[in-house]
DNA sequence: CACCCCACCTGCGTGC
DNA sequence: TGCACGCAGGTGGGGT
């Protein structure tokens, strides 16, 4: 479910309701989420207050007012909303907050890839350390993408879903990104120019924030803290739509599996570079 | 080190 | 109707 843009529209969305909000009770289930604190720890949550929220990557960090840090990561049908108290639950509801509102802050996760996890005050979780560079962060630019995927041959689409080096990209927005920029999904990463890198960062930045805008992407289950849809689905222009015309040009969409990961590619805005680039130069040269 | 595969889960759509 | 299979937005551990 969850990329970059859906956990900042959660962010977002929760911050409004959730900051200043004490939560009364904690109330746990047994089944496993893929990483998670046991109940007694998660008990140091209870007469906290919530002060900010926050976001690294697809890892949503909520602060509280001892210093403790909850991060909360949705995996893949994780989410995250508001209910009030009177609402009957829904099913695969693992974690329930109470807060002195009268609200409940619920996790469900039908799939249980998410993690929840309490940090002391001081401590950084560290699930963060891996993560790679925000992508509106100065430091991330055409130049450190150069360096970082120099003399490194697996394709392209695999290095963008790869969050330590850009933080946030998951398969739906990789595939949308490529196509923007008219790069093949299997273009080995150490040949691309710092050209197309700068146009690869620019449209990662336009395409997320636009997501964002939009409310993130609905495609199965994503909801906003409110239980919204995100309407980005409606934007996309390959990803889900093999055997679809190309936006742009009218060719069939193809499909194709990187890293066991459906990748979604106009095989005419996208061509596959059969030549390196020297080749390309001097085949040029040599008819010009 | 770089890279790939797979497990971890449940549910839904499809085709027989 | 029922069943088997493939597929789904993420991550990290282990193997090559």
Same mark, same amino acid.
């Given at each position: 479910?969850?990329?970059?843009?859906?956990?900042?529209?959660?962010?977002?969305?929760? &911050?409004?309701?959730?900051? +200043?909000?004490?939560?009364?009770?904690?109330?746990?289930?047994?089944?496993?989420?893929?990483?998670?604190?046991?109940?007694?720890?998660?008990?140091?949550?209870?007469?906290?207050?919530?002060?900010?929220?926050?976001?690294?990557?697809?890892?949503?960090?909520?602060?509280?007012?001892? /210093? #403790?840090?909850?991060?909360?990561?949705?995996?893949?049908?994780?989410?995250?909303?508001?209910?009030?108290?009177?609402?009957?639950?829904?099913?695969?509801?693992? =974690? =329930?907050?109470?807060?002195?509102? *009268?609200?409940?802050?619920?996790?469900?996760?039908?799939?249980?890839?998410?993690?929840?996890?309490?940090?002391?005050?001081?401590?950084?979780?560290?699930?963060?350390?891996?993560? *790679?560079?925000?992508?509106?962060?100065?430091?991330?630019?055409?130049?450190?993408?150069?360096?970082?995927? &120099? %003399?490194?041959?697996?394709?392209?689409?695999?290095?963008?879903?790869? +969050?330590?080096?850009?933080?946030?990209?998951? !398969?739906?927005?990789?595939?949308?990104?490529?196509? &923007?920029?008219?790069?093949?999904? #299997?273009?080995?990463? /150490?040949?691309?120019?710092?050209?197309?890198?700068?146009?690869?960062?620019?449209?990662?930045?336009?395409?997320?924030?636009?997501?964002?805008? @939009?409310?993130?992407?609905?495609?199965? !289950?994503?909801?906003?803290?409110? +239980?919204?849809?995100?309407?980005? &689905?409606?934007?996309?222009?390959?990803?889900?739509?093999? %055997?679809?015309?190309?936006?742009?040009? %009218?060719?069939?969409?193809?499909?194709?599996?990187? @890293?066991?990961?459906?990748?979604?590619?106009?095989?005419?805005?996208?061509?596959?570079?059969?030549?390196?680039?020297?080749? +390309?130069? !001097?085949?040029?040269?040599?008819? %010009?």
């Amino acid at each position: 479910m969850p990329e970059l843009p859906e956990v900042e529209v959660i962010r977002r969305g929760l &911050a409004k309701k959730l900051i +200043g909000q004490t939560f009364r009770e904690v109330c746990r289930n047994d089944q496993r989420l893929r990483r998670q604190s046991e109940a007694p720890a998660l008990a140091g949550l209870v007469g906290r207050t919530v002060s900010r929220l926050t976001r690294r990557g697809k890892y949503l960090l909520i602060h509280l007012d001892d /210093g #403790q840090t909850f991060l909360v990561h949705l995996g893949m049908t994780g989410r995250l909303f508001l209910l009030p108290a009177a609402c009957p639950l829904p099913s695969h509801v693992h =974690l =329930l907050l109470e807060c002195q509102s *009268g609200q409940r802050l619920i996790y469900q996760d039908v799939r249980r890839f998410g993690q929840l996890i309490l940090y002391p005050a001081g401590v950084t979780p560290a699930e963060l350390r891996q993560v *790679g560079l925000e992508p509106w962060s100065r430091r991330l630019t055409p130049e450190w993408l150069a360096q970082k995927s &120099a %003399g490194r041959t697996r394709p392209i689409k695999n290095f963008l879903l790869d +969050g330590r080096f850009i933080a946030g990209i998951g !398969n739906i927005y990789a595939s949308e990104i490529l196509f &923007a920029v008219g790069l093949h999904p #299997q273009k080995p990463v /150490g040949q691309i120019s710092l050209m197309e890198w700068a146009a690869v960062l620019q449209a990662c930045r336009r395409i997320l924030a636009r997501a964002i805008r @939009a409310g993130g992407t609905t495609i199965a !289950n994503f909801a906003d803290c409110e +239980g919204q849809a995100g309407l980005f &689905a409606l934007q996309l222009q390959v990803y889900g739509r093999a %055997g679809e015309p190309c936006p742009v040009c %009218g060719t069939s969409i193809e499909r194709l599996v990187l @890293a066991g990961r459906s990748t979604f590619w106009c095989p005419r805005c996208q061509p596959a570079t059969l030549a390196t680039p020297t080749e +390309g130069r !001097n085949y040029q040269s040599v008819r %010009g």
